[in-house]
């Protein structure tokens, strides 16, 4: 397999050979071709629900295999065909927990992946890069009542979902942000883009009104300091016990448009989750984690499931089971 450089693309130094008007026409036609395929796949899934009838929100998959903006390992761009081969999976069956059959077309959709790798071989940068992100959600919510449940990819693609669900919704959501990490640093390594940074754009740019950090345990002065500034409401794993009846029984999303899920799988203690690039000790065990969503009271619009590191997983794929069970029970969360 051909490596992916952190954030370079397999041959971009032949491209400066060639004329730029050339390279960019050719440009514009694999962006238009990118968005077609998800535009049409979207279409096709938005009539067939609303063929069958009955539903007011749907949950659909867009995968987002972007691993380029992590400060550290890169697997998460190879993360969404694993968590849908774990998702049907037949050691398991159709059914949530609540009891919500996933094999319904109401109930769960997918319109497929970004076609991240072969955008940036063609000398996409990360400005279009994430406007196509952008883009590719709002061409899900186009589709009534489908919703979006992406798949990532590391956590830098949150910040062009969440931008993209309030500027389609026409305001600000309620952000909660499952995570050991705040990903807060105003510019992480020089990187606007990075992993660490997604919360910090999506505070400057108001698309969301609160933001409430939960399973935070690796903090430095600046995340604390940032989460400050922007007035975000960070859970610490060192208080949990105390904060616990709190959490498992929120409500969000009164007076805005909705309510955004993004979870990072480093939220969850390693010894659930170990094939992630950031293993950091002391974390949500899975039931906190199914306790906070399953008793959360909210009208949730979209949601994410980022930082799955396929190279880090067991031989048998329990990470990759355990960010299906996630992305299963979001599924659950968001139809209705
Ligand atoms: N999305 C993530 N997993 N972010 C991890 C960021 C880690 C970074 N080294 C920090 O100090 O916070
Ligand atoms: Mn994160
Ligand atoms: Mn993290």
Request: charged fraction near 25%.
């Amino acid at each position: 397999m051909m490596n992916i450089g952190r954030r370079g693309v397999h041959y971009l130094h032949t491209l400066n050979n060639v004329p730029k008007n050339l390279t960019e026409k050719g440009q514009s036609r694999v962006i238009e071709a990118s968005l077609t395929l998800i535009r049409e796949r979207a279409k096709l899934k938005g009539e067939l629900v609303r063929a069958l009838g009955g539903a007011k929100a749907s949950s659909s998959l867009l995968g987002v295999p972007l691993g380029h903006n992590s400060s550290f390992l890169q697997g998460p761009a190879f993360a969404p065909p694993r968590i849908r081969e774990a998702i049907w999976c037949g050691s398991t069956n159709s059914t949530t927990e609540e009891g919500k059959q996933l094999d319904d077309p109401r109930v769960l959709t997918d319109v497929g992946d970004v076609p991240v790798q072969e955008l940036r071989d063609c000398g996409i940068d990360d400005d279009r890069l994430m406007n196509i992100i952008s883009e590719s959600v709002k061409l899900v919510m186009e589709e009534d009542p489908l919703r979006p449940l992406v798949l990532g990819g590391d956590h830098s693609i949150s910040y062009p979902v969440v931008r993209a669900v309030s500027e389609k919704l026409g305001g600000p959501v309620d952000v909660l942000h499952l995570d050991a990490h705040p990903d807060i640093y105003d510019c992480f390594e020089g990187n606007k883009y990075s992993h660490a940074s997604s919360f910090a754009r999506i505070m400057e740019g108001g698309y969301a009104r609160r933001l409430l950090q939960v399973g935070i345990r690796s903090i430095t002065s600046e995340g604390r300091e940032q989460g400050k500034r922007f007035g975000v409401e960070q859970y610490e794993m060192c208080k949990f016990s105390k904060d616990r009846p709190f959490l498992e029984n929120l409500k969000l999303g009164e007076g805005v448009k909705g309510v955004y899920i993004s979870i990072d799988v480093d939220c969850l203690d390693p010894a659930f989750a170990p094939g992630v690039s950031h293993i950091e000790p002391g974390g949500l065990s899975f039931r906190d984690v199914l306790n906070i969503l399953h008793n959360l009271q909210a009208d949730v619009v979209a949601a994410d499931v980022v930082e799955f590191n396929p190279q880090r997983d067991t031989v048998d794929g329990m990470t990759a089971m355990v960010a299906a069970k996630l992305v299963r029970e979001l599924t659950a969360k968001i139809s209705k």
